[in-house]
């Protein structure tokens, strides 16, 4: 049987990738530099009561300066100041949390909002600068992004000057989106710059039907709040803690732990192109199982494979937009549960679909319930060490265009030396897996090895098995993987 491996090059051309990555993998041009920044007047501000979400406010105790996630894309527009200013005001006003802030209130926080009115974007010119210059322009202006203070977003335009695009960026502070957030603004940016630039006032661009992501803060703290030591999901998580010590790590020690806390290594890979992703959606739909589902066994499987770990816990992130109103809201709407795939007795991927179903199932409740609110209540100040997400793209408005546009969802290099997080994207191109891990040349080598294995579980779950191949170990040939969601 021939196979493909990473290192054959599975990659698909220039400009047709959709990943998460950091901005030093993206292809800046030269050109004229403008950065925006969000400004409301001083009397504009109005004291807000509605409470900060649980993860909101463990981010204002934790978060670092300089941390931000965003997105980058590449519209076939030409550069005009105004219809740029407009867009991205309309952008601003269209939601609550991007005019929302908070300040130091006696040992915690309060809350200030500006209305839609209220708000507007400032423009800075920088001139025509070469590509590194742009870059580092724009990574320092991002920079200056903190959880405790306003504005909590930057944005930054290059007009090459040369009919080549223009290029919009942001970065914002995670308080106020998450991934999803990130993914939405492809379509939401495009769609405002494309109206104003028509004629339609900024307020033209609103919708009422979209639901606030301030408000569902305020629910999040009051959930949190009803939640005693006692309750359901705070025991899952406290059986998880008693068996692993806390958050449970990659089983290889050579990937789970780094040297110190320094920049970690980053990475972006395709582990299945689209007609290959198409394929294994059918055989995961034959045994009853989504794509969240199989990405997720694919990923249990690979850590079986390399290192016969039958049993594997981990942290998966899930989305909390369970009110229809805010599917297209900004915002930070992630919880997580403690997911505990045990393959044991299953010898391909069939076996292992049904055990991720069985453990996503009985996990998910618990992202109801806030993480941080769990954590204080268990009297730990761990943090998770292994970190699995999977996003399905391919419904996201506007996506059939970010090829074309050249999006990226983007974040800032973190700095850490025992965390290890994957993002399984399933998008129209196929399925890709975006990396952050301990800078250690052991630890690039041993991610290298699993993202080697999660290609080769794509291989056996779409290819018909040979009969004439020598028979391989149970678990380890045939259908064999294991993953999950961010």
């Known amino acids: 049987m021939i196979r493909i491996t990473l290192s054959d090059g599975l990659e698909l051309r220039k400009g047709r990738r959709v990943e998460y990555t950091e901005l030093d993998a993206y292809p800046l041009s030269g050109g004229r530099l403008t950065t925006w920044t969000p400004e409301v007047a001083a009397p504009a501000w109005r004291d807000d009561p509605r409470g900060l979400s649980w993860d909101h406010g463990q981010h204002l105790r934790g978060g670092e300066t300089g941390s931000w996630i965003g997105s980058v894309l590449r519209l076939p527009v030409r550069y005009d100041n105004d219809t740029v200013r407009r867009g991205l005001r309309a952008w601003l006003m269209r939601h609550e949390a ?21 708000i507007d974007v400032v423009p800075v010119e920088h001139g025509e ?22 504005p909590h977003l930057r944005v930054a335009t290059v007009d090459p000057g040369d009919g080549g695009g ?21 379509g939401e940016i495009a769609l405002a710059l494309e109206r104003v630039a028509a004629g339609d006032a900024e307020e033209d661009c609103l919708d009422d039907t979209i639901a606030s992501y301030v ?57 299945a192109t689209a007609s290959e992703a198409d394929r294994l ?54 919880g997580c549960a403690p997911l505990t795939v045990d393959l044991a007795g299953t010898t391909g991927l069939t076996g292992a679909l049904a055990r991720v179903e069985s453990a996503v199932r ?31 793209t391919r419904y996201v408005p506007g996506s059939r265009h970010w090829p074309e546009w050249e999006a990226r969802a983007l974040r800032s290099p973190a700095h850490a030396d025992d965390e290890v997080y994957l993002w399984l ?56 993987a294991e993953a999950v969601y961010a």
């Open 425 to 480: 994207v399933r998008s129209h191109l196929g399925l890709s897996v975006s990396t952050r891990f301990p800078a250690t040349d052991a630890a690039a080598a041993a991610m290298a090895r699993l993202l080697d294995a999660l290609r080769e579980g794509v291989l056996d779950a779409i290819e018909p098995a040979e009969p004439a191949e020598p028979a391989e170990p149970a678990g380890v040939g045939g259908v064999a």
């Open 98 to 118: 991007l005019r929302t802030t908070v300040l130091p209130a006696g040992d915690g926080w309060a809350r200030r909002t500006a209305d839609a009115d209220d």
């Open 129 to 150: 600068l070469p590509a590194e210059e742009v870059r580092r322009q724009i990574e320092q202006c991002f920079a200056t992004v903190a959880p405790g203070r306003w």
């Open 215 to 271: 408000d569902h803060s305020a629910t999040d703290r009051a959930t949190g709040d009803a939640v005693g030591p006692d309750h359901a999901v705070v025991e899952r998580w406290r059986t998880l803690f008693d068996e692993h010590g806390g958050f449970p790590a990659y089983p290889d020690t050579d990937l789970a732990r780094g040297a110190g806390p320094a920049r970690q290594h980053s990475t972006s890979t395709w582990v």
């Open 362 to 392: 009985a996990a998910k409740p618990c992202a109801r319930i806030p993480l941080p609110r769990v954590a204080d209540l268990l009297g730990t100040d761990d943090h998770p060490h292994l970190v699995v997400s999977f996003v399905d």
């Open 281 to 334: 959606g059918e055989v995961c739909r034959a045994a009853g199982a989504g794509t969240q589902t199989g990405a997720l066994a694919l990923f249990s499987l690979a850590v079986r494979r390399l290192l016969g770990a039958e049993r594997l816990s981990y942290v998966l992130p899930l989305h909390t937009r369970h009110d229809p109103g805010h599917a297209s809201s900004v915002g930070w709407y992630v």
């Open 166 to 186: 223009l290029v919009l960026a942001f970065g914002a502070d995670h308080s106020v989106m998450d991934a999803y957030s990130q993914l939405l603004w492809f």
